[in-house]
C-alpha cells in the first residue's frame, strides 16, 4: 500500500499535519493493521515530496498520540492496543488475555532442573539446594510476544510437572494434571529495567526501550508456595492494573 502522494500546497494547513493526517486515517480506517512497519523516513520523504524534517514533524506527532511507535534503529509502526493485564489474587495468563477477545498462546522456551538458590529457596519455603524445574516460557497474544515467563517449581511435591509441560505449554494445566487445580496470588514485585539483547529479540522490540519485570509467588489453597514467578513484559504493548482485595 502507498501511502506517499502528492501533496496540496498553498492551503493553509502545514505540510506535515496533512501528512499526519494522511497516514492516521489509514490507521483508523484499517488499512494499515496494528504493528504495520512503516515506511522509512527517506522514503516517505521522496513519495510526499517533503524533507525529512517535515516526515520528521509528522511521526512526532502521531507517536504522541498514541498512533505510531518509534523505534531507533528499527523505524516506525502502527501502535498496538495495550493489553490490560489485571494483577489480583487469581491472575491467569490464558484468562487475561482471551477476556480481551484476544487469542493466548505459549511455546517453552527451556526446561531445566537446577539446585534452587537462597532468594528462590526463601521464596518457595524450601532449603537451598533442593531441585526445583525452571520453566522459560514466551507467552503470546494474537500471536504477538507480549511476556517472557521464568518459572520455579519444586519438584519434591511435583516431579511430573516437566512431563505435563512437554504436552502442554499452559502453567495451570500442568498444575491441575498434577493435582493442584488451583492456586492463588499470594504477592507480586513490580519494577522496570532495560531490556537484555536476548528478551528485545524474544519480545521483538528495541534494546533502547523498557521492559517491565515482575517477581511473583503463587500458593495452593493451605498457602504453601508452589511457585515463583519472574516475568519480563514488553512495556509499550502491557499496562498492569492492581485489583483491590
Same mark, same amino acid.
Given at each position: 500500500?502507498?501511502?506517499?502522494?502528492?501533496?496540496?500546497?498553498?492551503?493553509?494547513?502545514?505540510?506535515?499535519?496533512?501528512?499526519?493526517?494522511?497516514?492516521?486515517?489509514?490507521?483508523?480506517?484499517?488499512?494499515?493493521?496494528?504493528?504495520?512497519?512503516?515506511?522509512?523516513?527517506?522514503?516517505?520523504?521522496?513519495?510526499?515530496?517533503?524533507?525529512?524534517?517535515?516526515?520528521?514533524? *509528522?511521526?512526532?506527532?502521531?507517536?504522541?498520540? &498514541?498512533?505510531?511507535?518509534?523505534?531507533? !534503529? @528499527?523505524?516506525?509502526?502502527? $501502535? /498496538? %492496543?495495550?493489553?490490560?493485564?489485571?494483577?489480583?489474587?487469581?491472575?491467569?495468563?490464558?484468562?487475561?488475555?482471551?477476556?480481551?477477545?484476544?487469542?493466548?498462546?505459549?511455546?517453552?522456551?527451556?526446561?531445566?532442573?537446577?539446585?534452587?538458590?537462597?532468594?528462590?529457596?526463601?521464596?518457595?519455603?524450601?532449603?537451598?539446594?533442593?531441585?526445583?524445574?525452571?520453566?522459560?516460557?514466551?507467552?503470546? *497474544?494474537?500471536?504477538?510476544?507480549?511476556?517472557? &515467563?521464568?518459572?520455579?517449581?519444586?519438584? !519434591? @511435591?511435583?516431579?511430573?510437572? $516437566? /512431563? %505435563?509441560?512437554?504436552?502442554?505449554?499452559?502453567?495451570?494445566?500442568?498444575?491441575?494434571?498434577?493435582?493442584?487445580?488451583?492456586?492463588?496470588?499470594?504477592?507480586?514485585?513490580?519494577?522496570?529495567?532495560?531490556?537484555?539483547?536476548?528478551?528485545?529479540?524474544?519480545?521483538?522490540?528495541?534494546?533502547?526501550?523498557?521492559?517491565?519485570?515482575?517477581?511473583?509467588?503463587?500458593?495452593?489453597?493451605?498457602?504453601?508456595?508452589?511457585?515463583?514467578?519472574?516475568?519480563?513484559?514488553?512495556?509499550?504493548?502491557?499496562?498492569?492494573?492492581?485489583?483491590? $482485595?
Amino acid at each position: 500500500m502507498t501511502l506517499a502522494a502528492p501533496l496540496p500546497r498553498g492551503g493553509g494547513v502545514a505540510l506535515w499535519r496533512q501528512i499526519a493526517q494522511r497516514i492516521e486515517a489509514r490507521i483508523l480506517s484499517g488499512q494499515l493493521a496494528a504493528g504495520t512497519r512503516l515506511p522509512t523516513e527517506a522514503e516517505l520523504s521522496r513519495g510526499f515530496g517533503v524533507n525529512r524534517h517535515t516526515i520528521r514533524r *509528522a511521526m512526532e506527532d502521531l507517536s504522541m498520540r &498514541g498512533l505510531v511507535r518509534v523505534e531507533q !534503529g @528499527r523505524g516506525s509502526f502502527v $501502535a /498496538e %492496543e495495550v493489553v490490560e493485564y489485571p494483577i489480583g489474587s487469581r491472575t491467569r495468563f490464558s484468562e487475561i488475555i482471551r477476556a480481551q477477545a484476544r487469542e493466548p498462546s505459549g511455546r517453552i522456551l527451556r526446561l531445566k532442573e537446577v539446585e534452587a538458590d537462597q532468594r528462590i529457596a526463601e521464596l518457595l519455603g524450601l532449603r537451598r539446594g533442593r531441585p526445583v524445574l525452571v520453566v522459560e516460557r514466551l507467552g503470546f *497474544a494474537d500471536r504477538r510476544p507480549i511476556n517472557i &515467563g521464568t518459572h520455579h517449581i519444586p519438584l !519434591g @511435591r511435583f516431579p511430573r510437572i $516437566a /512431563e %505435563e509441560l512437554s504436552r502442554n505449554p499452559s502453567i495451570t494445566a500442568a498444575f491441575a494434571a498434577c493435582g493442584l487445580p488451583d492456586y492463588r496470588r499470594q504477592v507480586t514485585r513490580i519494577t522496570a529495567r532495560m531490556p537484555t539483547p536476548e528478551e528485545a529479540t524474544l519480545l521483538g522490540q528495541s534494546r533502547s526501550r523498557p521492559v517491565l519485570l515482575t517477581e511473583a509467588v503463587n500458593v495452593d489453597p493451605e498457602g504453601q508456595p508452589v511457585e515463583v514467578s519472574i516475568a519480563v513484559y514488553a512495556a509499550a504493548r502491557m499496562q498492569f492494573v492492581v485489583e483491590s $482485595a
